[in-house]
Structure formats: structure tokens, C-alpha cells
């Protein structure tokens, strides 16, 4: 089956500081990934979609200059958190879309992020 | 008004028991269903999808959709502990990608 994965699982960092979280679709070629974020007993909620090779489409109120997102190759694409502060530490998970399918997007483990 | 509400629960049963999960969504456009389970600190896996009226099977999950109501349900027979999860209803639109979710639903399966 697809499988996306992302690195790190956990991170802790200090305020101010930026973490990149990585996500990688290992047996499949995705043309598309989402950004999402998960605050605690909450559902998920889109921040962004990459696409392959373009600049990514941010949700409203999601600032783009504080959330870059890269999406270079087929495989990988890179959320980075610049300037992190307390209030942006939450769960982010990326899915990626396989080329040939119309709906079903595949979810990565999630990052934790904490911002001391 | 949410595109998709779902009450966030949290629901226990015994285990063994039939589960119902519920939601119901405002957009009449929607046309792919999702359900989607989580395990905690984990990302979601889909379990079941659908795009028409109706009931979909897939052993012990039922995936029902009612498009004249707006209302979808997820059944679960014959419960197990290793159901225990959050799931996750969603909908998107036939050529957008964009996956719209429900809160979840907090799900306990008591031994």
C-alpha cells in the first residue's frame, strides 16, 4: 500500500527558532500534498496544498511567510515553521494525493511540535 | 454553519456491540465520503469511501449515505478493543482535492 512518511516525529524547540518537518511518499509519485494541522481533541485542518513544482496554495488565515513550503520533487515536500512560538506548537501531518487517483490521499504519522 | 459536523462524543460500548457514528454535512455538492480512523499521535488511515446513496460494506464496517438528508453514518459490528480510535468523517467535491473533515469522534471499546 502508499506510504508517507515524515521526519522528525518529534520535535522540541526554542521560541523564535525555525524547524523543518520533511514528507516523503516512499512507493508512489504525488503530484499533490497537504498540510494539515491538529490541535489537541480537535480535527484537522488544512494550512496548505503543494503542488509539485509550484508555489503552494494557503488555507485563510494560515500566513504563508510564517509557514514556507517547498515542494521539489515528486516525493518530498518541506513545511517550515519560521520564528516558532508557543501558540504554533500542535500536531502537523502532510497526506499526498497519488497521481492517479481522484480522492484518496495518503496521511503521514504526524510531527509534534513544541515550542518552549 | 460547519460543511461537516460531528458530535466530537466521547463514546464508549462494550465491546462486541454495534457502533454508530454519525455526521451530517451542509453542502449538497459534496460528492466523495470518507471515513477516516486515527489511533492516537498517529495520522489517519482511511477505511471507507463512498460517492452515491446507499450502504457500502467491508466486513465489519458499513458505510451509509443518505445525500437527501445530508447525513452519513459509519457502522461498526462486533466491536473489538483495537477499534478504540477517533474517527474522522470527510467530504470532498469530485476534482477539487481538498478533504474537508469533521472534529472526530473519540471511540472507546470497553472489554
Known amino acids: 500500500g502508499a506510504v508517507v512518511s515524515q521526519h522528525p516525529s518529534r520535535v522540541i524547540c526554542k521560541s523564535g527558532t525555525s524547524v523543518k518537518i520533511e514528507c516523503r511518499s516512499l512507493?508512489?509519485?504525488?503530484?499533490?500534498m497537504f498540510w494539515y494541522r491538529q490541535f489537541p481533541k480537535q480535527s484537522l485542518m488544512l494550512m496548505a496544498t503543494?503542488?509539485?513544482?509550484?508555489?503552494?496554495?494557503?488555507e485563510q488565515g494560515v500566513e504563508k511567510d510564517k509557514f514556507l513550503i517547498n515542494h521539489a520533487s515528486l516525493t518530498l515536500s518541506t513545511l517550515t515553521v519560521t520564528s516558532a512560538h508557543p501558540e504554533d506548537s500542535s500536531f502537523y501531518i502532510c497526506s499526498a494525493k497519488d497521481r492517479s487517483s481522484s480522492y484518496e490521499q495518503y496521511f503521514g504519522p504526524g510531527t509534534r511540535l513544541t515550542v518552549t | 454553519q460547519k460543511e461537516v459536523e460531528q458530535d466530537p462524543g466521547p463514546l464508549s460500548v462494550p465491546e462486541g456491540a454495534i457502533v454508530s457514528l454519525n455526521c451530517t454535512y451542509s453542502?449538497?455538492?459534496?460528492?466523495?465520503f470518507m471515513w477516516y480512523r486515527q489511533y492516537s499521535r498517529k495520522g489517519p488511515e482511511l477505511l471507507m469511501y463512498?460517492?452515491?446513496?446507499g450502504n457500502k460494506e467491508d466486513g465489519r464496517f458499513t458505510a451509509q449515505v443518505d445525500k437527501s438528508s445530508k447525513y452519513i453514518s459509519l457502522f461498526i459490528r462486533d466491536s473489538q478493543p483495537s477499534d478504540s480510535a477517533t474517527y474522522l468523517c470527510?467530504?470532498?467535491?469530485?476534482?477539487?482535492?481538498?478533504?474537508?473533515f469533521g472534529t472526530g469522534t473519540r471511540l472507546t471499546i470497553i472489554p
Open positions: 463512498t460517492y452515491s446513496s
Open positions: 470527510a467530504r470532498t467535491n469530485f476534482g477539487n482535492e481538498k478533504l474537508t
Open positions: 453542502n449538497s455538492a459534496f460528492q466523495y
Open positions: 512507493d508512489f509519485q504525488a503530484t499533490t
Open positions: 503543494s503542488n509539485e513544482g509550484s508555489k503552494a496554495t494557503y
